[in-house]
């Protein structure tokens, strides 16, 4: 495999092991619905502020999600199209049927 197939492997791998995390995707498949504060979006998936907000700089770094302030409240959404298409095909290969 040459090197640059390799970085490539590499951070698919990483990507997915982002994605993997059962906390991680709660808040992901909140965002896809809307943008969402800290504090609905620990609602929604019934953890601390702190917790979610861990969570959520994980995921800002993977660029999974993004942030926009608004006062001194922060809205999370989701980063692109392209995350919500992964969630997406990946529900429509999980619920194929042979």
Do not use: P
Not at 59 to 80: C, E, N, P, Q, T
């Amino acid at each position: 495999m040459e090197n640059n197939n390799q970085d490539l492997v590499y951070t698919l791998s990483e990507f997915y092991k982002i994605m993997a995390d059962y906390t991680r995707m709660k808040i992901i498949y909140a965002l896809i619905e809307k943008e969402l504060c800290v504090t609905e979006i620990a609602e929604i998936v019934n953890m601390s502020q702190t917790a979610v907000s861990y969570q959520l700089r994980i995921l800002r770094g993977a660029r999974v999600v993004k942030h926009r302030r608004d006062g001194k409240m922060i809205f999370y959404s989701i980063d692109d199209e392209h995350v919500s298409d992964i969630i997406h095909t990946t529900v429509t290969h999980l619920e194929h049927e042979e």
